[in-house]
């Protein structure tokens, strides 16, 4: 089957660094995307990833690697407003985008 | 307005009620998506419409039927739900339906409960 891997929950501290892991099992690949969604409103695009390495963003940073089928969000600078769930995306060989749960990262004062 | 608007953006309905979610998009997009988010779990894709033709169907129970009368409005007709229906439907377009680095614009959701 496909699937796609996160941690269900993170914890950080306001000022700090995270990184979010996404692991993946498609049938296929064709790029791998990042959403942002705060409680109650709609999931909103962050990046995209369809080559090895490191997308940088301003304070967000995607990193994939797809030989390890593996991908991280990198959120720097944490802010209140950075409090969200976090949602990885793959497109498979079929262009159809399989989803992961999402993760919810609490910031902390 | 800009971007995809979803209405209501609260629903309460019985098992044997019947009612429409209304998704409508701005943003000249060619295709349109209903998803089913519940708890903890993945996003679930309903329908896909291209062009305003359904492209996609995942096995979805028909007492949603979905319609699309033109590129820029979608709608969820609902009739005798269950309980475990209950979650948030959301709503989005993309420029095109298939090609790989195609982004989602969302609406903010219906959250649906069903007695």
């Known amino acids: 089957g496909q699937n796609i891997d996160q941690p269900t929950e993170m914890t950080a501290t306001e000022g700090a660094i995270v990184q979010i892991n996404c692991t993946y099992q498609?049938?296929?690949?064709?790029?791998l995307f990042w959403y942002q969604q705060h409680a109650g409103e709609a999931p909103t695009f962050l990046s995209y990833?369809?080559l090895d390495g490191l997308e940088e963003k301003g304070r967000f940073s995607s990193f994939l690697s797809r030989s390890k089928g593996y991908s991280y969000l990198l959120l720097k600078e944490l802010q209140m407003k950075d409090s969200a769930s976090y949602l990885c995306?793959?497109?498979?060989?079929?262009?159809?985008?399989?989803w992961g749960a999402g993760t919810k990262l609490i910031i902390k004062p | 307005e800009t971007g995809v608007t979803q209405t209501p953006r609260h629903l309460v309905m019985g098992m044997t009620n019947k009612k429409s979610l209304k998704c409508e998009q701005h943003?000249?997009?060619?295709?349109m998506y209903w998803y089913k988010q519940s708890a903890k779990k993945p996003l679930e894709l309903m329908f896909v419409?291209?062009?305003?033709?359904?492209?996609e169907n995942n096995s979805v129970p028909s007492r949603f039927s979905p319609e699309c009368p033109n590129s820029s409005h979608l709608f969820l007709h609902l009739h005798t739900l269950q309980p475990e229906d209950s979650a948030l439907y959301l709503c989005?377009?993309?420029?095109?339906?298939?090609?790989?680095?195609?982004?989602?614009?969302f609406g903010a959701g219906s959250r649906l409960t069903v007695l």
């Open positions: 419409y291209s062009l305003e033709e359904r492209v």
């Open positions: 498609t049938s296929g690949f064709n790029g």
């Open positions: 995306a793959v497109k498979n060989s079929n262009y159809q985008l399989i």
């Open positions: 990833n369809v």
């Open positions: 943003l000249g997009h060619n295709a």
């Open positions: 989005a377009s993309s420029q095109d339906a298939g090609s790989g680095a195609n982004v989602l614009t």
